[in-house]
């Protein structure tokens, strides 16, 4: 088996998705149209040549322009569905996806619409592509902290259907800090708390969001190689890091993928994963993560397979499913 083989068959988790952002430009304008929302590109042409990126915030200001042509719940059925079916294209076999309903809210879309439709793709998805799936709600970080509370208490009766809360959106300037009563409310609501870190923001945030926020998985982290104490803690408490190789340089954290330090991160002991962030937005689904990484970076075959266990181990699963998921990659590898 080549490793080319090996990325593409070998079942996985992906636990970095964010729903909106697995938006292709031809379902938005097919879903713009239904809707009769109007968008500033003309074509899929012109929006596919929109996506050249300087930093987050120039990617952020497409993303939420491209989300708003999701009205109906059908709209989010749609989007998630079709997401599901290029993961299952991957072998991705369990998947922790992010929403961010406020987006949603803020244009007078019920948070149910959003939840209803999401969740009826989720189910149907397990149902018939055969993979499962946590929700995790992500408070959008540029907003206020009360904003953040009002969702969270939306969001409560619908504890059974929400795994956890991460927090997403502009990181430099709103540190994790500022959501402290936020995520306090929602660990005692029963919520598993995540955060983004360490994508633009520096490496106090990272420290901030275990230490405050309670995170359980540190989303992206990238940054943390500047405080080699935070490495250190890293390692030592095996917080897991789902980092996004493509997404990371599209968005110029690193130069090339050649300058990633996801490897180095691995080698060091990090429990790190692959995930693919907002793929059309970054020029690739899971796989293509995987392929981008294994020809600049000359992963090894245990490279592939312990970033894939991680992604398992690293998961909301319970016990039972993930050992189970684990012995499907020992005997994918063993086949
Ligand atoms: N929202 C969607 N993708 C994001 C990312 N990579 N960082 C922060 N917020 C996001
Ligand atoms: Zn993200």
Do not use: W
């Not at 055969?130 to 995790?136: E, V």
């Not at 907003?143 to 504890?159: E, G, N, V, W, Y």
Request: net charge negative.
């Amino acid at each position: 088996m080549t490793i080319a083989e090996l990325i593409d068959g070998i079942p996985k988790a992906e636990l970095h998705l964010h729903i909106e952002g697995t938006l292709e430009p031809e379902l938005m304008f097919e879903i713009a149209a239904r809707n009769n929302v109007t968008l500033r590109f003309g074509s899929v042409e012109e929006l596919r040549a929109a996506y050249e990126f300087d930093d987050l915030q120039s990617f952020l200001d497409i993303y939420y322009e491209g989300a708003s042509c999701l009205l109906q719940e059908r709209d989010f059925y749609d989007l998630t569905m079709a997401y599901l079916r290029r993961a299952a294209a991957d072998n991705v076999v369990h998947t922790e996806i992010f929403f961010d309903p406020q987006t949603h809210t803020d244009r007078g879309v019920p948070f149910e619409t959003v939840l209803d439709g999401i969740c009826r793709a989720l189910e149907d998805g397990e149902k018939n592509l055969g993979i499962t799936s946590g929700l995790i709600l992500c408070f959008l970080r540029h907003l206020s902290a009360d904003a953040a509370m009002a969702t969270l208490k939306q969001a409560i009766p619908h504890r059974d259907r929400i795994v956890g809360v991460g927090l997403d959106s502009s990181e430099a300037g709103n540190p994790p800090s500022k959501f402290q009563a936020v995520f306090d409310r929602a660990r005692e609501e029963g919520f598993i708390p995540v955060a983004h870190a360490g994508e633009e923001g520096p490496p106090a945030y990272i420290d901030e969001a275990l230490d405050l926020l309670g995170a359980v998985r540190i989303d992206h982290g990238v940054r943390c190689d500047e405080d080699p104490d935070l490495v250190e803690r890293l390692r030592r408490e095996q917080v897991p890091l789902t980092v996004c190789p493509l997404s990371n340089v599209k968005l110029r954290v690193f130069d090339t993928m050649a300058d990633h330090n996801i490897q180095s991160l691995l080698a060091a002991g990090l429990c790190v994963t692959v995930n693919s962030d907002d793929p059309p937005y970054f020029g690739g689904y899971m796989n293509d993560n995987f392929h981008a990484m294994a020809t600049a970076l000359l992963l090894t075959e245990a490279d592939v397979v312990r970033l894939v266990r991680n992604s398992f181990l690293a998961s909301f699963l319970d016990e039972e499913p993930m050992e189970a998921y684990l012995r499907q990659v020992d005997e994918f590898v063993a086949s």
